[in-house]
């Protein structure tokens, strides 16, 4: 840790959970899902104070627990992809 400090210059940040915008995910995802009760009612679900609480509860109501965390994986992948283009660094995936 001391030689990062040390020569900061020579390091690229990660991204940070502000670069995730897990929310426009959250948005996406509902788009994606076919059937308008389930996307409507996820969609109330993320509005307002406690949306990832809601959400969260809402893919579990509907047995959709498992497609959400696929959806989320693959977003979370495409940014480490789309940073790791950006800072001219090959994407080695699994």
């Not at 040390?6 to 426009?24: G, N, R, S």
């Not at 059937?35 to 993320?46: E, F, G, T, V, W």
Request: charged content about 40%; glycine content about 2%.
């Amino acid at each position: 840790m001391h030689d990062i400090l040390a020569h900061k210059e020579d390091f690229i940040d990660l991204p940070t959970k502000y670069d995730v915008h897990e929310y426009q995910i959250m948005e996406r995802f509902i788009l994606s899902i076919k059937d308008r009760k389930i996307s409507d009612a996820l969609y109330r679900a993320i509005k307002g104070k406690g949306a990832f609480r809601r959400f969260k509860d809402s893919i579990i109501r509907f047995d959709i627990e498992e497609e959400w965390y696929k959806y989320r994986e693959e977003a979370i992948k495409q940014v480490a992809i789309d940073w790791c283009e950006l800072n001219q660094i090959k994407f080695k995936d699994k």
